[in-house]
C-alpha cells in the first residue's frame, strides 16, 4: 500500500485588504523531507504518517502549504499552488490513497471556494478508485463541491483545535477499511442557513458549540455504522455560499442514515442560533470597566484585528482608549508595525521615543497612535506557545516593547494571534502581574487565559474581522442566513 500526505492549509479573509502573493506561496511551499518532517509531528499527516507506517505502508510526500493569512489570494498563487500539487501526485503515482490537510476557508479572486476546486482537480488526476481523504480545520466552510470530490471529509472537534493528529488515525483507520473492502465511506453533509461569529465557536462548557458537540458526540456512538460526524462552525469572514456551520457525516455505507443524522444535527444547530448571538462590550464602557476592576488581569479582546482572522493586526482602537482614560498596568498584547518596530530598533533599548504606531495598513483599523516611551526591551519575536492548541513555534518577527509608563505596547513586525501567557512572558512581561491585558484574537483568548484572567471582556472595535456580520460586504453568502437577516 502506498499513500500520499500534503496539505493546503490556505485560510482568507474576503474583506481583508492585505494580500498573500504568489512569491509568499513560493517561500511556503515544503516538498519532500520537509514534508515528511510535518509527518513527524503531532498534526494531522503526523497523526496519519504514524499509523500508515503502523500498518506497513508506504509513505509519499506531495506538497504542503501555509503561506499564512490575509484577505483573498491572487489566482495566480492559488493555481501555482495546485498545480505543485498536481505535479507531485503524478510523480509520486501510482498511489492507494491520499490524504490532504486543509483550513477549508480558501478564496481567490475568481473562485471562492478553492479547497472544492483543488480537489475536483485531485480528483480528476487520480480517478474514482482511489481514496481522497481530507482533514479539515473545525473553521472550515465545507462547500457541497468539497464533499462530492473527496472520499470524506473529516474535522477536528475541539475549538481552539488540539486534535489534528486524530482525524489524521482516522483517514488512516477509513483507507485501511476501504483497501481491504470492509468499509465503504458514504457521506451526507447539511447545514442550516446559519453563519455564526466567530467569538461563539468557543467549545468549553457553556458555550452553545459545546452543547451541539455533546450531541454529535452521542449520536457518533450510538451506531456502529456511524465512521464520523464533523460539525464545523465556519469561518465567517470568509465569503463563499456555504459560508457558516455545518455537519458532515459519513457512514459505512449507509447514505439514509447518513442523511437522518446530517438532518437531525442540522436542526438543533438550528434551534440553537440565539445562543450564537455576539456578546461584546462598547471600547470606552471595556476600558472603564478593565480599570475599574479591583484587581487582574483583565483580559480585553480586540476581536475585529484578530490575528487568526486575516486582519493587519495594527488596530489601534484600545489604544487610544486605554491612553485617553490613562489606564495603569496594562499592555498592549500586539500592534503589528514594521516600520515603528525599526524606528525603536535604531534608538536602541534605554532610549525615549516618540512613535506613530499602528492604522497604517487601512481604513478599517483606526487610525496611528502616537505614544512616547522608553525602548525597554528589544526581541528577536520568536517565541513557543505554551497551549496545546495552537501549539509550536511563533514567529513576530523583530519586536520591540516600549514602556510608556502605566502602559506597554509591543510592536511587533507581523500580525499574530495574541492569546496567551507566553506571548509576554517571551518579552519579559508577566501577564499575572499586570492589570489589562489586550489580545487580538477572536476566541483562543478565553482559553489560553482560562484560569488565569480574572476576567476576559470581548470589546467591540472596528476592523475587517468584526463580529457583526452586518458591517461586512458580503456578496456571496446565501441569503437569507442567520444573524445576517432576521429569520
Ligand atoms: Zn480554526
Redesign the pocket.
Known sequence: MRVAIGGYLVAANSFATQRIPLERFRRAMLRDEAVMRLAGGDGALGGFAQAARRLGWEVVPLRFVFPGLAGKIPDDAHEWAKQELLDAIRAAAPLDGVFLQM?GTAASDRLDDCEGDLLAAVRNLVGPQTPVIVSL???ANVTHLMVDQATMLIGVKT???YDFAETGRLAARVMAGIRDRSLTPVSAWAQPPMAPALQKLYIAPGWPMDHLMRLVRIESQRDSRILDISLLGG?FVSDRRETGISVTVTTNGEPALARDIAERIKEACWQKRHAFHTDMVAVEDAVREAIAADEGPIVLGDLADSG?AGTPGDGTALLAELLRQDARGAVIGNIADPEAVQQALAAGVGRQVELAVGGKTDRFHGDPVTIRGRVRTLHDGVFTASTRFNAGTVHRGPTAVIDCGGLEVILTSRPVLVFEPNHFRSLGIEPTERKILVCKAEMQHWAGFAGLARKVIDVDTPGLATQIPSRLPFRRIRRPVFPLDDI
Open positions: 483550513h480545520d473545525g473553521h475549538n481552539p483545535h469561518f487568526g
